[in-house]
């Protein structure tokens, strides 16, 4: 067995995904402390081009058609192949809609161990995962054979992942890719006839706290007086409440505006990690254990129902001043 | 067609949750088991499935504290098979689940099976991919949106940024389900109980449990909260005064031309 | 005869059968009294004597297509103005809400709120070990009957929001330093304690009801008290009127009748002035459903420094605050249809008698009441005040 960290560069029509990145950040770090290399793996087709800014010591090219777009079961043949062969220390996935499909498949497949959810390495090299809604963390030992894992973003940040120099690529030819299950029919965009929350400056966020589509006026109120827009977590679109296209969220946008006001948002990991990009986050939620409170800036205890009038009053008497 | 649905009950975070003595597990005493919301959303889009074609529907679950309340709401909901899986399951992990049910489900031969795409006490990955590898099938997960067509699902998988993805799987085959096309639905507590006494449980225990592939836990700790938001309290109207300030230290707020 | 004939049928006579007057349903002269008084009758396509009208016709699946039974709040309001008698929030309006649950028809804020009983025993989806956590700070402590274990006098229901909602658990603190200061031996179920499942009853769940109400009784079984006393108009109701159904009697009061007539004992502790004009809203489930009028009028004509005024909708008159029948849990729904909250009705009625003080006892009241007042009394006259609390605020403890 070899000691390289092997990344697993996820890409979705033509754009290398954040979390590569991270992983590539995370897996310098590995890399260090077992005194090996940094490989990153791209599958794609004539999706070279991908590679420029990823900051590894080499990186494994395999070109195929069938692997122009994500699809579970060409994924799995190709990544089986490459890991029997390679032998790595680490193999790292994003805990993601992309890797978070193959990783579980890969380790059953080739009897390795994974570990999910991982925010980042010790300095002795111990994972640390996060569970329960990001509440209770898990910290563990690499198995001594091949290990998987899944990172979630937060650790490590992304512009540590990217380099000025291409790495060297190395092509690693694909298995035979016949008889596959999975075809991508098409990509839907989200309705273009929207806000791109991803665009904005100034969020607020809605959460399950919210309680009813009703109150979210009071959002409204809000965002019309700070010029900024409307958005939510996964429970309040779930609820047909406001369109795809507000969604924050792992399945939703990651969003970096100036100001992110969380109004009655927990803070589950899947939501967090849409929106560690935001300058300054202010959470109000009455729960004081809410994780929430972990990442943002400012945040009050007090009941969002007693704070918005009073918010958006003194707002606009602050913008007539 | 047959569907079979997979689901598993996981710790209730509306209860605090605390690390057992021993420093490795979650503390079980005060522990309570809620069905894993995604496996919720596997659930209603399975009987959405038969509402449309006329599927079989079968749910199994793993026997955890409250898992024959959450089957009987299954079977209420129009599930024609309730099966419950039996044995010790103190140290139970993904991968050994995965293994096991997979065992079963050859034997049901389904034509798809529908799992919740991730859970909250997931350590070892999510249940779903691991399922699928078992049975040598392909597994499509972020799945919020599924129409059968012969031998093939037509699935709409969620890409980050609000991108879905229209993909098509020949059955069989595993999906991870992110959300049903509509939230799942509401049975009267008269349902649920005039199925308890009409409907049974169908209890299969387990053969003995494989848990490799699951990562070697040192530690579970409560997160740490070093980084913890610098906190503001006061009345409303002194809330309001800091936040307003703090808008202001960020340049957001615009004046108003009068 | 056609499947929807006898489903229609069925439900007809289902309604007939699950009141004792039910069969008065006939009598309906269809005199539209109900529909008129109804809060939310000009928003229904069908109001409750339409209702009749098409049940006796055969037609009830055109009721069952609409979402408009969602509209009642069962303030009894129609039930008290019909000449015929008829039990039409009992029967007919809670009838018709069952079949619509039944059917999975449920709006998604009352579905939480009923899993959220389900699952935890209270609506509000709050941990139920945390039921007792408003009474920490209490000297002397609240004994919890399963810790304490010795007969007490009062068992006292709290009840969901007294225990859990922020504003309103200033209501159950202010109950238990009253029921200190008069050396009441009570106790209170704390975790033992679950929702009383009375609106839920109303809302259409009826099996939910049943399941709650079991629990509770066969806690009320284990300790030994002589009398139950509620916060909460709804836990009133239903141990009185529903419990004994089931099985589970005991002797049951609302805290208002209880401290009335202690009130030569609470005499000497009122001392402070709360010098202001108050106007006292009569809750469905006191007074229509109950007729308990005097009690807590008393008790507010004893504090001292008062002047008790009427609102024009008063007694068996009294405006719905809307959160009966699930309305607690339809907020957006029925803003949605109607675009009015019933609060902010009763708010204006308040303000116009002048009062600086609107008196309430039910605990669904103090925060759609605030809330309301937000939007409607821009002075900030009006102050909402549990009875209790004023009790208290005079008290001084």
Redesign the interface.
Known sequence: MSQDIYVLIEHNQGQVAEISYVMLAAGRQLAGIHGSQLFAMLLGYQAQGLSLDIAADKLLYIDHPALKEFAQDAYLLTLTEIIKSRQPRVVLFGNTTIGSDIAGAVSIALGLDLASSCRYFTSDGKFVSQICGGKIMAEGNLSSGTTLLTMVPGGYKPEEGQSEHPPVIENFSPPVLDNLRIKNIKFIQPESFDIDISKESILISVGRGI?????LELAENLANSLGGVVCASRPVID?GWLPTTRLVGKSGKHVKPKVYIALGISGAPEHVEAITGSETIIAIN?DPKAPIFDIATYGTET?L?DLI?VLVEKVEAAKAS | MKIVVFVKLVPDL???LTVDPGGTTLDTT?LRM?INEFDDHAVEQAILLKEKTSTQVIVIAPDFDGVDEVLFTACAKGADQIIKLTGDFSSINNHALARAVASRIKILQPDLVLTGVQANNDIDGSIGPALAACLNQPFVGYVSGVTLEDNTAIVQKEYPGGVIAEMSITLPAVLGIQAAEQ?P?????????QVMKTSNIDEQPLDELDNSGFPEVTRMFQSETSAHAEMITGSPDEIADRLVSVFKEKGILQRTNR | MSNLETANAIFYNKIQEATQDGEKLRNCLQCGNCSGICPFGYVMIYPPSRMIAEVRANRFEKILGTENIWMCVSCYACTSVCPAQIPITAGLMTGAK?EL??A?N?P??L?AA??YS???GNPL???P?KRADWAREIQPEVKLLGKYRQPVDVLWFVGDYPSYH?RVQHIAQSMAKLLNALNINFGILGPEEYSDGDSQRLA?????F??LAEKNGQAFNKYDFKEIITTDPHAYNAIKNEYPKLGFSFPVRHYTEFLAENIEKILPFLKNEINARVTYHDPCYLGRANNIYEQPRSLIQNLPGVELVEMPHNLKNSLCCGGGGGGMWL??FQ??KSHVRLSEWRIQEALSTGANILAVACPYETSRFE?AA?NIDKTGQLRIRDIVELLVESMGV
């Open positions: 309680q009813t589509r009703d109150n609820q009455t009941d129902f009038d | 509306v209860e605090e005060w809620i939230p639905r509401y049975v009267a507590v008269s349902k649920v109980r | 069952e649950l039944l999975g449920v998604s804020e579905q009923l899993e389900q699952r935890y989806g709050e941990s070990r922020p259409g769940e009826r099996g939910l049943e399941m907020d957006g803003w949605e809330d937000k």
